[in-house]
């Protein structure tokens, strides 16, 4: 299958510490998007990529957030000192510019 | 700033009947494209169908059709002959045009049961 993939899919963590989420887009996808979806709640735009140009970053994402995509290729998600206010889904998309969506299985962040 | 509700927080629906799932937004962009996203329990958020705003004529997508109606910002999702299958949480989606395409802005969302 070679759908969107992320990595790790569950993520436990102290407050304080720092944590780095991957993911894999779909291989000839251009466009890279994140999200974060709250428990029944709909998913928030943090950020998005067109190939390695990081091209809006939403103001959810505060300093401690750092997203990057070198090479266009796979993007990382880094949230430097967490809070327990972090927890969340964080949701990975890519997209042929225009085209549909493909989302990952999303990483399961529990910040204790 | 786009908004989009979903005042419907559950809905249910016996197997092989029909329901509707609202949703309304509200935005200054002319140009502007509106999602259904279905969430299965546990699995990945997919597409289930697209309507373009510049397009009168509504989408459809096999049991899956919308309604939408411009001039009073509203979108929703008819799914004709449920199935178990359909099952979900279901998402309404924004996204203005042109360079911003693909920032997507959802609703809360609208758990749907399908019963037997």
């Known amino acids: 299958d070679t759908g969107v993939s992320q990595d790790p899919r569950h993520k436990i963590t102290k407050r304080g510490q720092n944590v780095t989420f991957r993911c894999d887009p779909i291989?000839?996808?251009?466009?890279l998007y994140w999200y974060r979806q709250t428990l029944g709640q709909g998913p928030e735009f943090l950020t998005y990529f067109q190939n390695e140009a990081q091209l809006e970053k939403s103001r959810l994402l505060s300093d401690r957030f750092s997203a990057e995509r070198p090479k266009g290729s796979f993007s990382t998600l880094e949230i430097q000192r967490t809070e327990q206010g972090d927890s969340a889904m964080y949701l990975c998309a890519s997209s042929l510019s225009s085209h549909e969506q493909f989302f990952g299985p999303g990483t399961r962040l529990t910040v204790l | 700033a786009q908004t989009v509700t979903q005042s419907q927080p559950e809905m249910s629906v016996q197997e092989a009947e029909t329901v509707t799932l609202s949703c309304t937004y509200d935005t200054s962009e002319s140009n502007y494209y509106l999602f259904w996203y279905k969430q299965p329990p546990s699995r990945q958020m997919i597409l289930v169908i697209r309507q373009e705003a510049y397009k009168q004529q509504n989408a459809t997508e096999n049991r899956f059709s919308v309604n939408f109606q411009k001039a009073a910002k509203s979108f929703s999702l008819k799914i004709s002959d449920s199935q178990l299958g359909d099952t979900a949480m279901y998402f309404c989606?924004?996204?203005?045009?042109?360079?911003?395409?693909?920032?997507?802005?959802f609703g809360q969302g609208t758990i749907l049961t399908v019963h037997p």
């Open positions: 989606a924004f996204s203005a045009g042109g360079t911003s395409y693909g920032k997507l802005t």
């Open positions: 291989s000839e996808h251009n466009r």
